[in-house]
């Protein structure tokens, strides 16, 4: 079948569609209820089935006779370190951490916070917990305590995993540490810490929480995976949300399955055996379907890089790693090539290894600038498909489905609809847009199986956020337009959350941050446009009318106190002195205005703005900082 064709069929029969897909899966109890729907017509995939994930990353490959191979390769040029873990390797491990995790009273249905670097401990606990039924919630460790303390009073884990510390190109990360000044913040207290102590030499402080992790290990015997409902939560994903509390995406367990299973063969071209590499981080939703879970399930060997793409040790560390384990897919986000780009501008690492096992290039995370797509296509000399997709959605919902039909790639496009999305651009009416004509991106509902099954603890937030602004369609949040042949082509979010290196955050938690500064009498952060990282916050503070401000003082504290709060991965480094912030009649902060100005886009100054002065004041606050061009600006009043 060709592309256009499996699409048809998995939009116009889902359940004959999936049910074959599931098939592909070892069930404990294969399901016979294929699609169902909950209280708001919101899918419900394979209710009654049985299946555990850690039982289809390890022990099925085991027993159908490839034990022997690696089934993760950890390569890490920050330690210097590279270790080839087989399938039985994998299994000693992981159901030994899962018999010390029930011994300390863990089971089914607790959760788990696991907050590590890109280390094989951080695999082990995900699965080890899978095995149990136990809900993990990974944090990404760019986030600090605060940020942690919020999860940690959201999902009330019973323990939390973590390491000593992770490690950035030029400082020591203690992760550790992080974790006591978290639950010194948080309300709920999460009875035990695990710590994988990666002796390198950083002081803890022992609690009475602590338990050592290999201790924990080596004392414990090995438990086999237990079935749990195809519904069961795998885990809880925080992502941000346009307010200043993150939403916790919860995952279940057996749609997840298959729909990764899928797409590993169908979007990404791989077949067991195959060496393929997402180069992001256990603390993404990257991380979870396409370092851990989907190649695993496909009896891929995954590479978990601990590293950078830069400075670990140099631009040429991507070539390296392809090159070394014979690499045949690799995913990344365009920032990560943006910025070897800028450092070996001719791509003359990348002549020095033989790429020859490459087969693909995938990017996403971000809009990937056509001059970056080309780039990467010249020097890689393989296709390099965008795709679109997002915590929510768990796996690839717009894409160039390699593995069933490589269709021509079209700059600035990330693809067709992947199988199972019927993907519509819709207006403010709910009416579908004509080809080239840009609306609100989304998904007429069912969703496939593996998307979102709700949000943790919050059902109200879930069905306001993505269900009810246009009903019967699952809503992105992100602006785009389809050409004549389909493929759409995504502008950018519709809200207020912004992408910085293919992270996803939230202004509105920043300005929490910003507007709790004792001299800022009000604030607005969003963000701009940076040629390495797509965009970069920029934060416009207005200041109490106090004589004697030092205005250098006062932005130099808040940057400092936004990185303290949420972490150096919220990268605020721009806050910028303002007189008065435009806003409408109603008192409403014109961020979108602020920010065509500062990428020095066209814009329209509303006629319900109040004063006009305020508009110039600013354009003189942005050249002096030297943000935005301020060349070809046309002004409609
Ligand atoms: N733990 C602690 N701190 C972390 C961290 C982690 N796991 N990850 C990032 N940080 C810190 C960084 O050290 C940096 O701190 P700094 O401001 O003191 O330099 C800050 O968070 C911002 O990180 P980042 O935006 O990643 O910038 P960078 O300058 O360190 O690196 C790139 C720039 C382009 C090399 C990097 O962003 C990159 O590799 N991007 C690819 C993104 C990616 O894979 N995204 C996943 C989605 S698919
Ligand atoms: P996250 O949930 O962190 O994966 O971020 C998802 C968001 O990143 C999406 O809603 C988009 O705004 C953006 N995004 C991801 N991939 C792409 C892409 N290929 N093109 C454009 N935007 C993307």
Redesign the pocket.
Known sequence: MNYQELHIESISNPSQFWEKQAKQLSWYKAPKKILGVDDFNYPQWFVDGKLNMSYLCIDKHIEDGFGSQDAIIYDSPVTKTKEHISFYKLHDEVSKLAGGLLALGLTKGDTIIIYM?MIPQALYSMLACARLGIIHSVV???FAPHELAIRIDDCKPKAVITASN?I??DRI?PYKPFVDDAINLAEHKPRHVIVFDRNLGLEMPQKSYDIDYSDLVAKSVSVEPIPVESNHPLYILYTSGTTGKPKGIIRDSGGYATALKFSMKHVYGVEEGDVYWA???V??V?GHSYIVYGPLLNRNTTILFEG???KTPDASTFWRVISEHKVKVMF??P??I??IKKEDPDGDFITKYDLSSLKYQFL??ERCDVSTLRWTEQHLKVPVIDHWWQTESGWPMLANMVGVEKMPVKPGSAGLPVCGYDIQVLNENGKEVTSGVEGFVTVKLPLPPGTLLNLWGNPERFKAGYLQRFPGYYFSGDGGFKDEDNYVFITGRVDDIIN????RLSTAEMEEVVASHSAVAECAVFGVHCD??GQKPLGLVVLKSENGLDETAITRDIIKEVRHEI???A?LKDVLVVKRLPKTRSGKILRKLLRNISDDLEYNVPSTIDDIAIIEEIETVYKKSQIGIHKNITKHE
């Open positions: 670097p990404f460790g760019g992770g950035e190109i990360i180069a992001s981080d603390g993404w990257v950078k793409p830069i990344t986000a920032t990560a943006r910025a996403a995370g910085v290196a293919g992270h390495l990282k972490g150096a991965v990268s």
